[in-house]
T-cell receptor
Framework: DAGVTQSPTHLIKTRGQQVTLRCSPKSGHDTVSWYQQALGQGPQFIFQYYEEEERQRGNFPDRFSGHQFPNYSSELNVNALLLGDSALYLC?????????????FGPGTRLTVL | SQKIEQNSEALNIQEGKTATLTCNYTNYSPAYLQWYRQDPGRGPVFLLLIRENEKEKRKERLKVTFDTTLKQSLFHITASQPADSATYLCAPDTGGFKTIFGAGTRLFVKA
């Protein structure tokens, strides 16, 4: 059973460009969350998708947008890239229950903005 | 606003000793709290979840306590090994769909 997969592994972009990151959740999972992790910091919640809708959003500008497909896979789009967007972007999947949302993380996409 | 504090300094211990990591939270009352392990350049891996009505939870060499009065969780690794060296993140429940992680504590176990 494949776990959470993300693509690409690494990406280099220049300021002002746009980027799309992709995530396939663990089999049986219906919820996908995206996180941004700067060096030395914990993951910062960007948003969560469930049933193809954005269910909750963290403190990120509208330049960050996403999508979830019927097969539960998801994309994260970032427009007008800034140098400060350089980070490890993590996708996590889970199967939503009211008893606690244990998340399974992918290996991440390392984004460098020059 | 909701705030999570973990030991900002790295923890260095000798192999075989018990490592104790602290997670303090303020301005909310989580129904549960999770601990994750993260190795450099990789995604976090879930370790344990403890609920508010549980004082202590164990899994192999790991033990977590949850004190809702002190608003604190302690994470213990007994008989520590060099392979336990990693960053450990706590994530108290926020009551919604958003997960907030602490900055993590870096643990180094020397052989």
């Amino acid at each position: 059973d494949a776990g959470v997969t993300q693509s690409p592994t690494h990406l280099i972009k220049t300021r002002g460009q746009q980027v799309t990151l992709r995530c396939s959740p663990k089999s049986g999972h219906d919820t996908v969350s995206w996180y941004q992790q700067a060096l030395g910091q914990g993951p910062q919640f960007i948003f969560q998708y469930y049933e193809e809708e954005e269910r909750q959003r963290g403190n990120f500008p509208d330049r960050f947008s996403g999508h979830q497909f019927p097969n539960y896979s998801s994309e994260l789009n970032v427009n007008a890239l800034l140098l400060g967007d350089s980070a490890l972007y993590l996708c996590a999947s889970s199967f939503w229950t009211s008893g606690g949302d244990t998340q399974y993380f992918g290996p991440g996409t390392r984004l460098t903005v020059l | 606003s909701q705030k999570i504090e973990q030991n900002s300094e790295a923890l260095n211990i000798q192999e075989g000793k018990t490592a104790t990591l602290t997670c303090n939270y303020t301005n909310y009352s989580p129904a549960y709290l999770q601990w994750y392990r993260q190795d450099p350049g990789r995604g976090p891996v879930f370790l344990l979840l403890i609920r508010e009505n549980e004082k202590e939870k164990r899994k192999e060499r790991l033990k977590v306590t949850f004190d809702t009065t002190l608003k604190q969780s302690l994470f213990h690794i007994t008989a520590s090994q060099p392979a336990d060296s990693a960053t450990y993140l706590c994530a108290p429940d926020t009551g919604g769909f958003k997960t907030i992680f602490g900055a993590g504590t870096r643990l180094f176990v020397k052989a």
